[in-house]
């Protein structure tokens, strides 16, 4: 679902015509959450140049004819972006309809809800898909397509609004969340819905 999957993200791979369903084009006035508390662009040191032989372009290894490298002018999404974690829909199998951790909720002794524990898997240490995991794996270009960086304990990110910040990699997974999705407050689904960002938590 495509008018979903735009309210979870800011940039998408497409086509140079701009006729398939996946050429999402995401306007200022989509961005409902705010541009200063919405993830534009980060680092993935994962990314960038990689050889044909390169086991994660799907090309193989020894494709015919040869394979051209791939780069920044010949886009794969492991190799020029970086993702969020898929995990936060029941532990990564896509099945979003039926994860009820993704509702928010009301805590004990509170009247103010929260969003929905399921979205701590965006940012969860051992999921091999938080921030900067893939160096302590020692994996290969493209092989971890999501943000990393050579700084010591976080990542440096640039906002919709054109400023820059740095996020730890122990930030919350639901603040994680809240900082990709430019629409996570009105997604359509009631049950996806994501609680509006604090400034306390982007200060964290």
Request: glycine share 12%; hydrophobic share 35%.
């Amino acid at each position: 679902n495509m008018q979903l999957a735009k309210k979870t993200g800011v940039m998408f791979l497409g086509t140079a015509q701009g006729n398939m369903p996946w050429d999402v084009k995401t306007t200022s006035a989509s961005i409902t959450d705010g541009s200063s508390t919405t993830l534009l662009v980060g680092e993935n040191i994962f990314a960038g140049y990689a050889e044909a032989t390169n086991d994660y372009t799907g090309l193989g290894s020894a494709p015919t004819p040869p394979a051209p490298v791939i780069n920044w002018a010949a886009p794969h999404p492991n190799f020029v972006m970086f993702f969020g974690s898929d995990n936060v829909c029941n532990g990564g199998t896509g099945a979003c309809s039926t994860d009820s951790g993704l509702a928010p909720f009301l805590p004990a002794n509170s009247g103010t809800p929260e969003t929905g524990l399921s979205w701590t898997l965006a940012n969860k240490v051992g999921t091999q898909e938080n921030i900067n995991s893939g160096i302590a794996l020692g994996v290969e270009e493209g092989a971890s397509p999501y943000a990393s960086s050579r700084h010591s304990g976080g990542v440096n990110v640039v906002m919709c609004d054109g400023s820059a910040r740095f996020v730890t990699e122990s930030i919350d997974g639901r603040v994680w969340a809240k900082l990709l999705t430019p629409a996570g407050g009105s997604l359509p689904v009631n049950f996806y819905k994501q609680t509006p960002l604090g400034q306390d938590e982007v200060l964290r």
